[in-house]
């Protein structure tokens, strides 16, 4: 029989042959044309048929045929056969066996199923629900890996960098070497041709007067030898040994002279002069001073290494200066702060950079020039200043009472990362009038000196503590290692090369 919702589109047949329909048979729920009535009722006698026009039927349950008697409806279900069974199964093989209406029956399982479909349609929303999660998940996947892979990237280039300015500074200092002996050399050269030409003369000189028989040109003669037996004829100039080593294919190692650098493959260091101000390279008992240098500045505030030899210092006035190792003032910065600078640090491109508390800004002086590199939002102020390896900047920032502290990275003006919270949400620095100092370590780590807290911090990049430190008799430890990990409150400082100011 043809579904109801094509009744209005199509010519609703006869369920026993393919003309029209025009009548309907209530008892049976069948089709019929006028030529097939008799022909279904005949074929089942037994039943009363209750036909009517096809728009007066009535839509009813239709129960099947019983496989034990011909022409009967099976209108029960024996509960204890889990059967359908007719009336004549009733009064015969079922007698006695519990026999419930099929309409009940089947009112029943359609009330299961109509249920069992709710819980369908809400597995079916579900899995919409969570087949969008999933494109999510994936989207996130996707960018965060492509994330790591610029990262990686980055990361590549960054060490290409670092391997490269280790070999530049190698062929810079093979240069550099031969420059000062090829000097050494030719000077001596040149000295011996100069007095070789001096001789000649003499000897002319001498042999004019071995030839006079001039008095006074004997008696007056004055030698000049002594002046050149001195001299030597010879220059030992030497010639250091280049030694590349390699081991087991995971480090390499490079020395030539004063300058060494080692490559592995978790970690590059270079490193030059091994006299150096301060000897931090091994944990010593005791501090060896190399060269104690006299600014006549009092009190000595931030110091930031400059180069190899040189260092900025800065002071409780509107002045930075910038000493050699010998001591000798090479250039004096007159900054526009109301009192003094708060913080100093040094750009990867050799720039100074301060930090103004009372203007909120981060200046940079270029050329001789003092630009504004960054400034801060109105209630927040600078202090301590860091340049990444990267090129972002650090600044420690507070509010004017010092309650609140977190460090900002900025990113040329844009600031791009926060860090004051942990991760149970309580306040990493405890905030106050000193502020933190703060450094990058070779690892990429953010090392952290409160001075307010008297405590060290080390964070990664992402600002998560790695740990905390502070020393077992309370006597606050400002400066770790020789990686350049923390900038002390007297103005303690790690050079490119390793030493300590």
């Not at 000097?183 to 000897?203: N, P, V």
């Not at 309650?403 to 003006?413: A, D, F, L, N, T």
Request: net charge neutral; hydrophobic share 30%.
């Amino acid at each position: 029989m043809a579904s109801s919702s094509t009744w209005a589109q199509d010519v609703i047949t006869c369920d026993l042959c393919d003309n029209p329909t025009q009548q309907f048979c209530n008892s049976c729920q069948v089709s019929l044309c006028r030529g097939c009535i008799n022909k279904h009722v005949e074929s089942l006698k037994t039943q009363t048929h209750d036909i009517v026009p096809f728009k007066d039927r009535r839509e009813l349950l239709v129960f099947s045929s019983c496989a034990s008697h011909p022409n009967q409806k099976c209108e029960g279900h024996c509960q204890q056969c889990d059967v359908p069974v007719c009336f004549r199964c009733v009064t015969g093989p079922h007698s006695g066996h519990t026999v419930i209406d099929m309409s009940e029956m089947v009112q029943q399982m359609k009330e299961e199923i109509k249920k069992e479909t709710e819980e369908i349609e809400n597995l079916i929303s579900r899995f919409i629900i969570s087949g969008a999660d999933i494109d999510k998940k994936i989207s996130n996947l996707n960018e965060k890996f492509k994330t790591m892979e610029r990262e990686g990237e980055n990361m590549r280039k960054t060490w290409h960098k670092e391997v490269d300015n280790i070999f530049d500074t190698l062929q810079s200092t093979i240069r550099k070497m031969k420059d000062r002996r090829l000097r050494a050399l030719r000077s001596h050269q040149s000295r011996l041709q100069d007095s070789g030409t001096k001789l000649e003369c003499i000897t002319k000189e001498n042999k004019k007067i071995l030839k006079s028989n001039k008095v006074s040109d004997a008696t007056s003669y004055k030698s000049e030898l002594k002046d050149f037996k001195d001299i030597p004829t010879d220059v030992d100039v030497k010639i250091p040994s280049l030694n590349i080593n390699t081991v087991q294919g995971r480090e390499l190692s490079i020395e030539l002279g004063e300058y060494k650098a080692t490559l592995t493959q978790t970690s590059l260091s270079s490193l030059t002069d091994e006299v150096s101000i301060l000897s931090v390279r091994k944990l010593l008992d005791k501090a060896k001073v190399i060269v104690t240098i006299s600014s006549g500045i009092k009190p000595l505030g931030a110091i930031i290494c400059f180069g190899i030899n040189e260092a900025w210092v800065q002071s409780q006035d509107k002045f930075i200066r910038r000493f050699d190792i010998h001591g000798s003032l090479k250039d004096k910065i007159t900054t526009e702060c109301k009192y003094y600078p708060g913080y100093i640090s040094v750009t990867r491109q050799g720039e100074l950079i301060y930090s103004d508390i009372q203007r909120r800004t981060v200046n940079i002086v270029r050329q001789g020039r003092i630009e504004t590199l960054i400034t801060l939002p109105r209630g927040w102020h600078p202090r301590g200043l860091c340049v990444t390896r990267s090129g972002d900047v650090l600044v420690d920032t507070c509010t004017p009472n010092g309650s609140h502290e977190k460090i900002v990275r900025y990113r040329g003006q844009t600031a791009v990362q926060e860090i004051d919270k942990d991760d149970c949400g309580q306040n990493i620095f405890k905030g106050g009038i000193n502020g933190v100092l703060l450094e990058e370590n070779n690892n990429g780590d953010i090392c952290v000196s409160d001075l307010d807290a008297n405590i060290v911090i080390v964070m990664d990049k992402t600002g998560r503590i790695r740990f905390r430190y502070n020393d077992q008799n309370g006597q606050f430890l400002r400066c770790v290692d020789d990686c350049g990990v923390l900038q002390g409150p007297a103005g303690l400082s790690v050079d490119s090369e390793g030493r300590l100011w």
